[in-house]
C-alpha cells in the first residue's frame, strides 16, 4: 500500500458492519466446522506449539501450514473435506496462534517446527507427508525441501511466491509498539482486515478467522500474534531454496493475487523441476482458501489424487 493511500471500507474494516454479530453462513461452511479438530498442543523447543488434527492415524499425512499473523485456525473450514482419506493437522507457528512466543525466530527453526507438528500429529504413520503451505508457511517450507526434503513426500505452495533477486521482499517494516489493545470484541473485530489488503465476499469466513485471531487481557481484547516476530526474523533469498528441492513441489495461486505477475510466475517456473503441477485458482485473491474455498477444496484433491508421489 502507498504512503497515504486510504483503503475502501470494505478493505480496511470488512466486519465493521456488523457490530459485533456473526454474518450468516453458507450450510457447507457450518458443517465442515460441526468436524472439529482434537486440539492439543505440543512442546518443541520450550515453546508450547498448537496443533489441530483430522482423521484417522495410519492414512496418508496432510500438514497444512498458514500464513504470516495467522493461526492454525485459517484451516478448519478446509481440513474436514481432506479428513476422510488422510490424517491432516494444521499447527500455529511459535508467536502466532496459540502457540507460545519466543524472544527470537529463525527461519530454519520454523522449517523444524513443521517436522515436529508432523510427528506429534501421526503423519508419519503411513509413510512421509505431503505439506500444504500458504503465503509465508511457504518460505519455511521451501526451506525444509532443501534441507531436508527426503523427510517430506511432496509439497505444495499456494500464493507463496519467490521473486526474482531484484525484487525480492525481506518481510514486513519492523514493529516499535505492542498490540493495540480494544476495550470490546465488536471494536477488535471491526478492525480486523486482511494483509495484505484485498476484497472478502466471503465475510463468514473472514468472521471466524477473526474471532480466532484475538484473546481477551486485561482491558479487553487483543490480537494473538506476536508483533515483535520480525525484529529479528531474517528471509534468505528463496530462490536457491527453491531450485535445492530435494522432494516435487507444486504451485498454486489465486489467479488475481496482488503479488503475482508474469514476471514471478516465469521466474518460479524457471526454478521448479520440469513438470512440476502449476494450478491458477480463478476469481481468487491472494487468499486463496478464504477467496475461493471450495475451488481450493477441488483443486488440492485433484492435485493429490492425480500427482504420481512416491509413499
Given amino acids: 500500500m502507498a504512503d ?25 461452511f457450518d458443517k465442515a466446522l ?10 518443541f523447543e520450550g515453546a508450547a506449539i498448537e496443533l489441530l488434527t483430522w482423521g484417522e492415524v495410519g492414512k496418508p499425512g496432510l500438514l497444512l501450514l498458514h500464513g504470516n499473523g495467522a493461526s492454525a485456525d485459517w ?55 505431503v505439506f500444504v503451505a500458504h503465503s509465508f508457511g511457504g518460505f519455511p517450507t521451501m526451506l525444509a525441501a532443501s534441507r531436508y526434503g527426503d523427510r517430506m513426500r511432496a509439497a505444495v505452495l499456494v500464493d507463496s511466491v519467490v521473486r526474482p533477486p531484484e525484487r525480492e ?7 516499535a509498539n505492542p498490540n493495540r489493545v480494544y476495550a470490546t470484541l465488536p471494536e477488535a473485530l471491526a478492525r480486523f482486515r486482511l494483509a495484505p489488503p484485498q476484497g472478502c465476499e466471503n465475510l463468514f469466513i473472514a468472521d471466524w478467522i477473526a474471532r480466532n485471531a484475538v484473546k481477551e487481557v486485561e482491558g479487553g481484547f487483543t490480537w494473538r500474534f506476536d508483533p515483535f516476530m520480525w525484529t ?30 508474469e514476471e514471478i510466475l516465469d521466474y518460479m517456473k524457471g526454478l521448479l523441476p ?38
Fill in 232 to 261: 529479528s526474523f531474517q528471509m534468505e533469498d528463496r530462490g536457491p531454496l527453491l531450485s535445492a528441492a530435494t522432494c516435487p513441489i507444486a504451485m498454486m495461486w489465486g489467479d488475481r493475487s496482488g503479488l503475482v505477475d
Fill in 169 to 175: 521482499w525481506r518481510g514486513p517494516p519492523r514493529r
Fill in 75 to 129: 484451516w478448519t473450514f478446509i481440513a474436514p473435506f481432506f479428513a476422510q482419506d488422510y490424517r491432516v493437522a494444521a499447527f500455529s507457528w511459535s508467536g502466532m496462534g496459540r502457540s507460545d512466543w519466543r524472544e527470537r525466530y529463525d527461519a530454519d527453526a520454523f522449517a523444524r517446527e513443521s517436522f515436529a507438528a508432523a510427528e506429534a500429529a501421526g503423519l508419519y504413520a503411513a509413510g512421509k507427508p
Fill in 34 to 43: 460441526e468436524q472439529a479438530p482434537e486440539r492439543t498442543v505440543f512442546d
Fill in 4 to 28: 497515504g493511500q486510504v483503503l475502501p471500507p470494505e478493505i480496511a474494516a470488512p466486519l465493521a458492519r456488523f457490530n459485533g454479530e456473526k454474518p450468516p453462513a453458507p450450510a457447507w
Fill in 274 to 311: 520440469p513438470g512440476s503441477p502449476q494450478l491458477a485458482i480463478p476469481d481468487a485473491d491472494h487468499h486463496v482458501m478464504i477467496d475461493q474455498p471450495l475451488a481450493f477444496v477441488a483443486a488440492l484433491r485433484g492435485l493429490l489424487a492425480g500427482w504420481r508421489l512416491e509413499p
